[in-house]
């Protein structure tokens, strides 16, 4: 066990620097998988792309040579007529690949949607670390940014550069034709044109990281400045200067490395124009001589006079584009790690068809009956054996041990409460129960067999968890309570865990239904719920999917201790029959449990019943009282405020 996590949370650590032939050809890859008629397209763009500046550099001779050579008005026509008719079906076939740009914008939208899939399908602790987290940005780098994102950069640079390489090799059979030293001396002042560029490009490379952070900084500052949640902070606690000053502090330093990289790029222009001049002044220098001194004639003065100038601009655009290769370089390497993360849940599993889908893919009915012969219970005991478990650092060595050889059995049926402070271990054992984590060492058996030789469709069928971070999307009611298509849900099914959660009254109050959705953002008509008809939704879930399992992770801590309570013991009620685990810090909402364990830096404190914890008036105890007394303080203070409210 300790060895495939440590595996997983590795392999994702480093970021291997692939070359540009190879990012090249795994982009080519991609966009043939999905567009092959991008690749094609692209094809042969590069083919009229290279014959069209052919035809543009050799027209002009044409027409000299047969003015010179005393040729009829009807020939010198119809050549010409023939010659245009051939130029322009060139350029209207070149100009007529724009199409392709949309296709590329579909491939785009396939690498988002592969992204996120993947997200889902690899280790929850790989997106959840800093890694993963720097990982998932840089590899959205590939699909975002519309034609300057990674994925596009390199299939078009890709094809520019075979394009430019091609009129570059039939120009340079040009000049070498007229006099090989010439094409040699354009080479060597091109190799300096290299150097330029490539001393830039490394001044990028060095800037990259500096960028990313600036882009996390720029992006939380539009986040929280269009966060209406937080508009009501930011206008009562008068916080508009200090996000100005984080806004100013942003911008200045971004424009700081703007003045650098425009220092930089001044410095390229200035160089790699003074290259271009010589350059230029030698070769129409030599053209000048030849032609003045009858070496060549008009004709092939101006042949060779378009190929010189063809020529400077093929190699400049081959560097820039070998420049655009290098600076897309980053985000493919990023996105070809994550997408080379293993997986926990197969591809097949996230892309079920609607028949076979159940729940989200794990149908817990259909689960118990299929693993009877496994003996997965309908109400399963749980135990935790020796387990050890630290948070990973970036670079993938072990943090500090948030459980060290922790033991714990939760019998079947068995309501059990973890309480405990803050910071205690609480959550981290509910996620290592719930799979998302795995133990650096030690087991989790259910049933006596272990976690780690169950599928996660397996385990997870076997799971209904409310988290403290509610999911409530803006579909409709029925789609929230089923997590499934809305032609999926039962809906007889969703109304009896609607009237379960108590639910029912406030719809026929509300004169709401189940098409009814929720939010605004899809709907003008949607529906916004309290925070306690929020958890009584989150309860109607766990209700519909009716599985063994029953986790509750702190969902009620934006509640008051009473509405918290309440909310608890509708829990219970339903939990009859099922192993429940109950997670709060507030100790009254699970005095009802069959056994409380108060959890300490990842250790048990205490554990017993209600009455057994106070009976010894351990820290558990103490914790109650104190918890008590400020309630009881709460209550006496909204007493007074509602007489004299009264008054």
Same mark, same amino acid.
């Given at each position: 066990?300790?060895?495939?996590?440590?595996?997983?949370?590795?392999?994702?650590?480093?970021?291997?620097?692939?070359?540009?032939?190879?990012?090249?050809?795994?982009?080519?890859?991609?966009?043939?998988?999905?567009?092959?008629?991008?690749?094609?397209?692209?094809?042969?763009?590069?083919?009229?792309?290279?014959?069209?500046?052919?035809?543009?550099?050799?027209?002009?001779?044409?027409?000299?040579?047969?003015?010179?050579?005393?040729?009829?008005?009807?020939?010198?026509?119809?050549?010409?007529?023939?010659?245009?008719?051939?130029?322009?079906?060139?350029? $209207?076939?070149?100009?007529?690949?724009?199409?392709?740009?949309?296709?590329?914008?579909?491939?785009?939208?396939?690498?988002?949607?592969?992204?996120?899939?993947?997200?889902?399908?690899?280790?929850?602790?790989?997106?959840?670390?800093?890694?993963?987290?720097?990982?998932?940005?840089?590899?959205?780098?590939?699909?975002?940014?519309?034609?300057?994102?990674?994925?596009?950069?390199?299939?078009?640079?890709?094809?520019?550069?075979?394009?430019?390489?091609?009129?570059?090799?039939?120009?340079?059979?040009?000049?070498?034709?007229?006099?090989?030293?010439?094409?040699?001396?354009?080479?060597?002042?091109?190799?300096?044109?290299?150097?330029?560029?490539?001393?830039?490009?490394?001044?990028?490379?060095?800037?990259?990281?500096?960028?990313?952070?600036?882009?996390?900084?720029?992006?939380?500052?539009?986040?929280?400045? $269009?966060?209406?949640?937080?508009?009501?902070?930011?206008?009562?606690?008068?916080?508009?200067?200090?996000?100005?000053?984080?806004?100013?502090?942003?911008?200045?330093?971004?424009?700081?490395?703007?003045?650098?990289?425009?220092?930089?790029?001044?410095?390229?222009?200035?160089?790699? @124009?003074?290259?271009?001049?010589?350059?230029?002044?030698?070769?129409?220098?030599?053209?000048?001589?030849?032609?003045?001194?009858?070496?060549?004639?008009?004709?092939?003065?101006?042949?060779?006079?378009?190929?010189?100038?063809?020529?400077?601009?093929?190699?400049? $655009?081959?560097?820039?584009?070998? @420049?655009?290769?290098?600076?897309?370089?980053?985000?493919?390497?990023?996105?070809?790690?994550?997408?080379?993360?293993?997986?926990?849940?197969?591809?097949?599993?996230?892309?079920?068809?609607?028949?076979?889908?159940?729940?989200? @893919?794990?149908?817990?009915?259909?689960?118990?009956?299929?693993?009877?012969?496994?003996?997965?219970?309908?109400?399963?005991?749980?135990?935790?054996?020796?387990?050890?478990?630290?948070?990973?650092?970036?670079?993938?060595?072990?943090?500090?041990?948030?459980?060290?050889?922790?033991?714990?059995?939760?019998?079947?049926?068995?309501?059990?409460?973890?309480?405990?402070?803050?910071?205690?271990?609480?959550?981290?054992?509910?996620?290592?129960?719930?799979?998302?984590?795995?133990?650096?060492?030690?087991?989790?058996?259910?049933?006596?067999?272990?976690?780690?030789?169950?599928?996660?469709?397996?385990?997870?069928?076997?799971?209904?968890?409310?988290?403290?971070?509610?999911?409530?999307?803006?579909?409709?009611?029925?789609?929230?309570?089923?997590?499934?298509?809305?032609?999926?849900?039962?809906? @007889?099914?969703?109304?009896?865990?609607?009237?379960?959660?108590?639910?029912?009254?406030?719809?026929?109050?509300?004169?709401?239904?189940?098409?009814?959705?929720?939010?605004?953002?899809?709907?003008?008509?949607?529906?916004?719920?309290?925070?306690?008809?929020?958890?009584?939704?989150?309860?109607?879930?766990?209700?519909?999917?009716?599985?063994?399992?029953?986790?509750?992770?702190?969902?009620?801590?934006?509640?008051?201790?009473?509405?918290?309570?309440?909310?608890?013991?509708?829990?219970?009620?339903?939990?009859?029959?099922?192993?429940?685990?109950?997670?709060?810090?507030?100790?009254?909402?699970?005095?009802?449990?069959?056994?409380?364990?108060?959890?300490?830096?990842?250790?048990?404190?205490?554990?017993?019943?209600?009455?057994?914890?106070?009976?010894?008036?351990?820290?558990?105890?103490?914790?109650?009282?104190?918890?008590?007394?400020?309630?009881?303080?709460?209550?006496?203070?909204?007493?007074?405020?509602?007489?004299?409210?009264?008054?």
């Amino acid at each position: 066990m300790k060895k495939n996590r440590q595996e997983n949370q590795t392999a994702g650590s480093r970021v291997i620097r692939h070359s540009i032939p190879g990012n090249i050809i795994f982009w080519l890859k991609i966009f043939w998988k999905w567009e092959p008629g991008v690749v094609l397209l692209a094809g042969l763009e590069v083919v009229l792309g290279t014959l069209v500046p052919l035809v543009g550099i050799y027209l002009p001779k044409l027409v000299l040579d047969l003015l010179a050579g005393n040729t009829t008005a009807a020939v010198l026509i119809r050549t010409l007529g023939l010659w245009g008719i051939l130029a322009a079906m060139l350029y $209207g076939l070149r100009n007529g690949m724009n199409g392709k740009y949309f296709l590329q914008n579909s491939v785009r939208a396939y690498l988002g949607l592969d992204i996120f899939f993947k997200s889902l399908r690899i280790s929850y602790e790989i997106p959840e670390s800093e890694w993963g987290k720097k990982a998932y940005q840089e590899a959205l780098g590939v699909m975002e940014g519309g034609d300057w994102c990674a994925s596009s950069r390199t299939f078009s640079s890709t094809q520019a550069i075979l394009r430019d390489f091609l009129c570059f090799a039939l120009y340079s059979t040009v000049l070498g034709v007229l006099n090989p030293w010439i094409l040699l001396v354009l080479l060597a002042l091109s190799l300096l044109n290299v150097l330029v560029i490539e001393k830039g490009l490394r001044f990028e490379e060095s800037m990259r990281e500096r960028e990313a952070q600036h882009s996390r900084h720029w992006n939380y500052i539009l986040s929280a400045m $269009g966060n209406m949640t937080a508009a009501k902070d930011v206008r009562i606690f008068g916080m508009h200067p200090w996000l100005g000053g984080i806004r100013d502090r942003a911008v200045g330093e971004m424009e700081a490395d703007k003045m650098s990289y425009q220092k930089l790029h001044n410095w390229q222009h200035t160089m790699n @124009g003074l290259i271009n001049l010589v350059r230029d002044l030698a070769a129409y220098g030599y053209l000048i001589y030849s032609v003045s001194a009858g070496q060549i004639g008009v004709s092939d003065f101006v042949l060779y006079f378009g190929a010189v100038t063809g020529f400077s601009g093929f190699v400049a $655009g081959m560097l820039y584009q070998v @420049g655009n290769l290098k600076s897309a370089r980053n985000a493919t390497d990023y996105y070809r790690a994550y997408m080379a993360l293993p997986e926990e849940i197969s591809e097949e599993a996230s892309y079920l068809p609607v028949e076979s889908k159940k729940y989200c @893919g794990y149908s817990p009915v259909e689960m118990r009956k299929s693993e009877k012969e496994k003996h997965i219970g309908e109400a399963p005991d749980i135990q935790f054996e020796d387990v050890s478990f630290s948070y990973k650092k970036e670079d993938g060595s072990p943090g500090e041990k948030i459980l060290e050889h922790f033991n714990l059995t939760i019998a079947s049926g068995e309501k059990l409460a973890l309480v405990g402070v803050n910071g205690a271990g609480k959550t981290t054992l509910v996620k290592l129960l719930c799979g998302l984590y795995r133990p650096d060492e030690g087991r989790i058996l259910v049933n006596g067999r272990s976690r780690a030789d169950m599928t996660p469709r397996e385990w997870y069928g076997l799971l209904s968890v409310v988290f403290q971070e509610q999911l409530i999307l803006p579909v409709t009611i029925a789609e929230n309570i089923s997590l499934q298509r809305r032609e999926e849900t039962d809906d @007889g099914r969703a109304w009896a865990a609607l009237e379960k959660a108590g639910l029912t009254e406030a719809f026929s109050r509300q004169k709401l239904d189940l098409d009814t959705f929720m939010g605004k953002t899809i709907s003008p008509r949607g529906i916004e719920f309290s925070g306690g008809q929020q958890q009584r939704l989150m309860l109607a879930r766990a209700l519909y999917k009716d599985a063994s399992v029953l986790v509750l992770d702190e969902p009620t801590a934006a509640l008051d201790p009473i509405a918290e309570s309440q909310v608890y013991e509708k829990y219970l009620e339903h939990s009859r029959g099922k192993t429940a685990i109950f997670i709060s810090h507030r100790l009254a909402s699970t005095r009802f449990s069959d056994r409380i364990i108060l959890l300490d830096q990842g250790r048990i404190q205490e554990e017993g019943t209600h009455e057994q914890l106070m009976e010894r008036g351990g820290a558990y105890a103490h914790m109650y009282q104190v918890q008590s007394s400020y309630y009881e303080k709460d209550a006496e203070q909204r007493k007074r405020a509602e007489g004299i409210a009264i008054l």
